[in-house]
């Protein structure tokens, strides 16, 4: 679905705008994984910039009354998020669904019709992969596939009027509804979608344990991932971009607020290096000061265009790594080598820019303990300011998983079952080929123990330290990991 003009929205007398609530749902009963306690107490607080995008878009296009409640940010109990619905009294709950979170999501669904929602959508990463299994949920009214700003907007337009939406594009609200083949957008055009006021939310409530201690928020400026990594859940949207004046427009809005940090959440930011370095130029030129981090690949990151990102401002670079053999990389279709990835790292510490390096334990080619410690040994000699270690763990829709599923070594029953009924003790599939999960778990507690009790790590990051703020949260991370 496409759109590039201005969307009217007009009401009769007898037509009462619908009171909307976009809800992310309480982290109580996330998936369990492999990862210490110390790392998962420490999440990253990122406000909920899909659920803001789609309140912003059904602002600026209809009279809706449109409120978010992020009942993550506020570690918000169940009966705490039921009196927040009943205080709003909603036509219409948004909830935001990761696989991950389906028991919560479920929960967070049940929690909004006991409070009187009338109806009630669920979006998300996870009904892009499996939009029909979650409209078959309990009290899910419609589920949208792909972006949600317009879709939103068209089943409140549909419901205000009394009507039974039906065929809108990338939905399934009506028992007629077919399953939608492809995700729905708004625009090919990322300059069509207004500018995200983030005094929608509690904005100066987020932060980034890795950041200066600033109010932090997100931001995109292109949609869609080229690349078919094997592990990788993310849906493959066509690569879209936003132009550089409309990015440094929306940088403005949040500078103006005293957002100082910034993390674009691209899929993947540097597709392209010539519109990296469209964007860096533009920030120059209008003097914007802003410290801000990206996702990105290794391949393409050259010393031109890391000099270029840091005269902007870019004072952090997330790098994903997973494997450090060439076998692993080429199993994982990571499309770098060995060698990219060490001049990338040298790179961004000559250029002065920070790094994370982000790992996988017990992937296929980690067949031995000694393949894994290997793994381990190269993340410390790649000397990134951070590093992030997970379990591999496949999921379905990806090619390792069907791989894993084709050799017996995951079954895609459990998965399917829970996503039909969700339960609080379901365990996600880790690659147990060559190792059980409790001899992954210890790997794992060695790894992030090898990398972050060291004395150069320590001695780097007390040099690091921007504020007491900054201080008292590394501080916190530190202690709770020495404590694991």
């Given at each position: 679905m496409t759109g590039t003009v201005p969307i009217g929205h007009t009401l009769s007398e007898d037509v009462r705008p619908m009171r909307?609530?976009?809800?992310?749902?309480?982290?109580?009963?996330?998936?369990?994984?492999?990862?210490?306690?110390?790392?998962?107490?420490?999440?990253?607080?990122?406000?909920?910039?899909a659920l803001m995008a789609i309140a912003q878009f059904m602002k600026t296009h209809s009279s809706h009354e449109v409120t978010i409640v992020d009942a993550q940010l506020d570690d918000m109990a169940y009966d705490a998020l039921e009196a927040k619905v009943r205080e709003f009294a909603p036509d219409v709950v948004g909830v935001t669904a990761f696989t991950v979170q389906?028991?919560?999501?479920?929960?967070?669904?049940?929690?909004?019709?006991?409070?009187?929602?009338?109806?009630?959508?669920?979006?998300?990463?996870?009904?892009s992969?499996?939009?029909?299994?979650?409209?078959?949920?309990?009290?899910?009214?419609?589920?949208?596939?792909?972006?949600?700003?317009?879709?939103?907007?068209?089943?409140?337009?549909?419901?205000?009027?009394?009507?039974?939406?039906?065929?809108?594009?990338g939905t399934m609200a009506h028992a007629?509804?077919?399953?939608?083949?492809?995700?729905?957008?708004?625009?090919?055009?990322?300059d069509d979608y207004p500018i995200i006021d983030r005094t929608i939310v509690d904005y100066k409530r987020y932060y980034d344990v890795m950041g200066r201690g600033g109010i932090f928020t997100t931001l995109i400026s292109s949609r869609g991932c080229p690349y078919r990594c094997t592990f990788c859940n993310t849906p493959r949207h066509r690569y879209r971009v936003m132009s550089p004046s409309r990015v440094c427009d929306e940088i403005e809005a949040c500078l103006a607020l005293g957002i100082q940090e910034f993390y674009f959440v691209d899929d993947t930011f540097n597709i392209t290096n010539a519109r990296v370095i469209d964007?860096?130029?533009e920030i120059i030129k209008r003097g914007l000061k802003l410290s801000w981090t990206v996702r990105f690949r290794v391949k393409g990151a050259n010393r031109e265009l890391l000099t270029k990102m840091k005269q902007a401002g870019c004072n952090r670079i997330q790098f994903g790594v997973e494997q450090g053999t060439e076998e692993g990389l080429l199993r994982l279709k990571k499309d770098v080598t060995v060698r990219e990835i060490e001049s990338a790292f040298r790179l961004c510490r000559e250029v002065g820019i920070h790094t994370v390096a982000y790992f996988m334990i017990g992937t296929p080619t980690e067949r031995t303990r000694e393949d894994v410690m290997d793994t381990i040994n190269y993340s410390i000699e790649l000397d990134p300011d951070f590093v992030m270690y997970n379990v591999l763990t496949p999921f379905?829709?990806?090619?390792?998983?069907?791989?894993?599923?084709?050799?017996?070594?995951?079954?895609?029953?459990?998965?399917?079952?829970?996503?039909?009924?969700?339960?609080?003790?379901?365990?996600?599939?880790?690659?147990?080929?060559?190792?059980?999960?409790?001899?992954?778990?210890?790997?794992?507690?060695?790894?992030?123990?090898?990398?972050?009790?060291?004395?150069?790590?320590?001695?780097?990051?007390?040099?690091?330290?921007?504020?007491?703020?900054?201080?008292?949260?590394?501080a916190t991370a530190g202690l709770r990991m020495l404590a694991s």
């Open positions: 909307v609530m976009l809800i992310r749902p309480p982290a109580k009963h996330t998936v369990e994984s492999e990862v210490p306690e110390a790392v998962a107490a420490e999440n990253l607080s990122y406000p909920p910039l389906l028991v919560d999501v479920l929960k967070t669904v049940q929690t909004a019709k006991k409070a009187g929602a009338k109806y009630v959508v669920v979006g998300g990463p996870h009904v992969d499996f939009p029909q299994e979650c409209k078959n949920l309990p009290g899910v009214d419609a589920v949208v596939k792909g972006e949600g700003q317009k879709p939103m907007l068209d089943l409140c337009d549909a419901w205000e009027k009394g009507e039974q939406p039906k065929g809108i594009g007629d509804d077919p399953v939608p083949e492809q995700d729905v957008y708004y625009s090919n055009n990322l964007l860096c130029d379905p829709g990806t090619t390792l998983y069907d791989e894993g599923e084709r050799d017996g070594v995951l079954d895609a029953n459990p998965w399917f079952t829970f996503m039909r009924d969700p339960r609080e003790d379901f365990k996600a599939q880790v690659w147990d080929e060559y190792f059980t999960r409790a001899e992954l778990r210890e790997l794992l507690e060695t790894a992030y123990r090898r990398f972050y009790w060291r004395p150069k790590f320590i001695a780097r990051n007390l040099t690091q330290i921007q504020s007491p703020k900054d201080f008292m949260r590394k």
